[in-house]
């Protein structure tokens, strides 16, 4: 079951049982690893962060084999990560091995968008439980993965390993609008819908249908800016009660 490929075991679907007892999970975990992080410099914090990007790398390239070996290699959807979500491996690198604005860059996203990100699949994850068990890779790896996003925004934060302001949004906004037009690439060549841009999708059909020809730009400015300022009010939520 673990490795199994789309449709020889009955999905998870959404809000059963099963999707609670991972969200439980994540959050329980995410807890407890932020309870036993002890951070007294902000090396450590960098050493984290290349660590769990080096991980996280990892499991993504196990992902993409998987859904090539899967009978996926159609479906680019699947298996390339230019999603919202998988900014998180550009900006762990950024984060944790550029320097100057590109370190900046992921900084920023690892302490708003990661946050949102994380918090807003586990409560929807529409890419991995609604198309396989509980038990598998892919259901695992994507709720470790934005358990990852959320434990990093929190010490991000909790330490003050970068502090954001308004202004920040041009980092912010910069490593959106690139993913975004690499995606819109992707998209023209494959029929896909990377980042969401390009197709309908069920959360967001009534969007798709309010703004007809202008989905595209509105989705890229939605996911440019809004994020972010989420970002910023649950980033002052944490650090009061960190």
């Not at 199994?4 to 407890?32: C, D, M, N, Q, R």
């Not at 041009?170 to 990377?194: E, G, H, T």
């Not at 970002?231 to 939520?237: E, F, S, V």
């Amino acid at each position: 079951m673990f490795f199994s490929k789309p449709g020889t075991y009955e999905a998870v679907g959404l809000f059963g049982w099963e999707h609670l007892l991972l969200f439980v999970l994540t959050i329980t975990f995410v807890v407890i690893a932020v309870k036993k992080t002890k951070i007294s410099n902000k090396e450590q914090i960098t050493k984290i962060i290349r660590e769990l990007t080096v991980l996280i790398w990892v499991l993504e390239i196990i992902k993409i084999i998987f859904n090539l070996l899967a009978g996926n290699a159609h479906n680019v959807n699947t298996y390339i990560p230019l999603y919202y979500c998988s900014l998180l491996l550009y900006a762990g690198l950024f984060s944790g091995f550029a320097k100057g604005k590109l370190k900046k860059m992921g900084d920023i996203f690892l302490a708003v968008g990661s946050l949102v990100a994380g918090i807003c699949f586990l409560i929807l994850p529409t890419t991995s439980l609604v198309s396989y068990p509980l038990w598998h890779f892919i259901s695992i790896h994507s709720f470790f993965y934005h358990g990852v996003m959320i434990y990093l925004g929190i010490i991000v934060n909790k330490y003050n390993y970068v502090k954001v302001e308004y202004k920040d949004i041009k980092y912010y906004m910069c490593l959106i609008l690139i993913v975004c037009f690499f995606a819109y690439l992707v998209n023209c060549i494959c029929d896909s819908n990377l980042m969401f841009i390009s197709k309908d999708f069920a959360p967001i059909s009534f969007l798709y249908n309010a703004t007809g020809s202008l989905f595209t730009l509105v989705m890229i400015i939605i996911q440019a800016t809004i994020p972010f300022y989420l970002g910023l009010i649950l980033q002052k939520i944490i650090i009061k009660i960190a």
